[in-house]
Antibody
């Protein structure tokens, strides 16, 4: 059974940093691309960043480019999102999502339950 | 960026009825790149449909997807109690993924 378990969320002040993690199980982690998707309170889903299976290929939404960094440790089956210079509009539940291929592809076949990030003073 | 607009915002129906959810794109979307998800509060979103009309593994056949170009539809026939949730369409283009704002299917 595919499982994605996010952690690392919490309350942080504007301008601060936070590192999210997503531990995966139930599939060959190193063979699949992954993404982070977020949902702000009362709003819809927004794709944040993607990374290929081999880690060399990364993509970011314009809203986070230059502030967030996606990475993965295939030896630990873990995906990370380093978030710097956080803003109020980054407040959201952050989901880890798996692609069905080794490169980021059209859709997400499995998701985690999310971790809440609150940016507030 | 391709914007997806879902309608209606909320659908109030009774178990056993059918639901028709619409997703309209601001420009043409490849049929291969349109997906639908179900999301319940506190749970992980679940893939229902990929490639406009292909049901994901384990998804019952009361869920069906159709459409092309800029207009796509998710149909849920014979609503079951567990089907009441928020549904999102999603498209992929040029290494960018965007979602509609969601349609809530609630119990009438």
């Amino acid at each position: 059974e595919v499982q994605l378990l996010e952690s690392g969320g919490g309350l942080v002040q504007p301008g601060g940093s936070l590192r999210l993690s997503c531990v995966a199980s139930g599939f060959t982690f190193s063979s699949y691309a992954l993404s982070w998707v977020r949902q702000s309170p009362g709003k819809g889903l927004e794709w944040v960043s993607a990374i290929g299976a081999s880690t060399t290929r990364t993509n970011y939404a314009d809203s986070v480019k230059g502030r967030f960094t996606i990475s993965r440790d295939n030896s630990m089956n873990t995906l990370h999102l380093q978030m710097n210079s956080l803003r109020g509009e980054d407040t959201a539940v952050y989901y880890c999502a798996k692609h069905p291929t080794h490169v980021p592809s059209a859709y997400f076949d499995f998701w985690g339950q999310g971790t809440l990030v609150t940016v507030s003073s | 960026e391709i914007v997806l607009t879902q309608s209606p915002g909320t659908l109030s129906l009774s178990p056993g009825e059918s639901a028709t959810l619409s997703c309209r794109a601001s420009q043409s979307v490849s049929s291969s790149y349109l997906a639908w998800y179900q999301h319940k509060p506190g749970q992980a979103p679940r893939l229902l449909i990929s490639g406009t009309s292909s049901r994901a593994t384990g998804i019952p056949d009361r869920f069906s997807g159709s459409g092309s170009g800029t207009d796509f539809t998710l149909t849920i026939s014979r609503l079951e109690p567990e089907d009441f949730a928020v549904y999102y369409c999603q498209q992929y283009s040029a290494l960018t993924w965007t979602f509609g704002q969601g349609t809530k299917v609630e119990i009438k």
